[in-house]
T-cell receptor
Framework: GAGVSQTPSNKVTEKGKYVELRCDPI?????LYWYRQSLGQGPEFLIYFQGTGAADDSGLPNDRFFAVRPEGSVSTLKIQRTERGDSAVYLC???????????????FGPGTRLTVL | EDQVTQSPEALRLQEGESSSLNCSYTVSGLRGLFWYRQDPGKGPEFLFT???AGEEKEKERLKATLTKKESFLHITAPKPEDSATYLCAVQALFSGAGSYQLTFGKGTKLSVIP
């Protein structure tokens, strides 16, 4: 079946601009995660959704970052007043999230490469 | 704070030369340890999940093992197509807000030379 998809694959913007990154999870997956990966580093957690609600946003670096998942499927990561330090690959992952029944594999999308000039 | 350290940072092997990648971790109770493969410009691709010390899993030329402090990814007779960055991640048993976030290491970049 279809995997996690992310759009756009690449985004170039200027410092101070607003950007939106989109994630389409695997059908039926209730959990959705956003991670950020800088060059030479592993992915770092940003935010976790269970259904429509942001259950854990402890990884968001500051209040310029915000994410929504209004219908419990597609999610959008929004970054206001972008800075050069926001340049990274933004990865989305989804899982079945069978709470209380053990770990659930997170399946990743291809990522959006954000470049802030 | 959960931590994952992978070594070596980079590994260059001749085709057919077996070796192992190491993942050392500290976590406040392990829910699971995950191995992913990442090709340049792509997202991480799931390989294995290990849940408890002593567990082993295999897939083609790869075998993952787990102890209480570390995990190894053994690569037997590698081929050039095994070249990639291999990421290790842990998921804690007790996470805030019920989140099952993964904490990743920096990865090991494997190059297999024909």
């Amino acid at each position: 079946g279809a995997g996690v998809s992310q759009t756009p694959s690449n985004k170039v913007t200027e410092k101070g601009k607003y950007v939106e990154l989109r994630c389409d999870p695997i059908s039926g997956h209730t959990a959705l995660y956003w991670y950020r990966q800088s060059l030479g580093q592993g992915p770092e957690f940003l935010i976790y959704f269970q259904g429509t609600g942001a259950a854990d946003d402890s990884g968001l670096p500051n209040d310029r970052f915000f994410a929504v998942r209004p219908e419990g499927s597609v999610s959008t990561l929004k970054i206001q007043r972008t800075e050069r330090g926001d340049s990274a690959v933004y990865l989305c992952a989804s899982s079945l999230d069978r709470a209380g029944q053990g770990t659930d594999t997170q399946y990743f999308g291809p990522g959006t490469r954000l470049t802030v000039l | 704070e959960d931590q994952v350290t992978q070594s070596p940072e980079a590994l260059r092997l001749q085709e057919g030369e077996s070796s192992s990648l190491n993942c050392s971790y500290t976590v406040s109770g392990l829910r699971g340890l995950f191995w992913y493969r990442q090709d340049p410009g792509k997202g991480p691709e799931f390989l294995f999940t290990l849940y408890s010390a002593g567990e082993e899993k295999e897939k083609e030329r790869l075998k993952a093992t787990l102890t209480k402090k570390e995990s190894f990814l053994h690569i037997t007779a590698p081929k050039p197509e095994d070249s990639a960055t291999y990421l290790c991640a842990v998921q804690a048993l007790f996470s805030g807000a019920g989140s099952y976030q993964l904490t990743f290491g920096k990865g090991t970049k494997l190059s297999v030379i024909p």
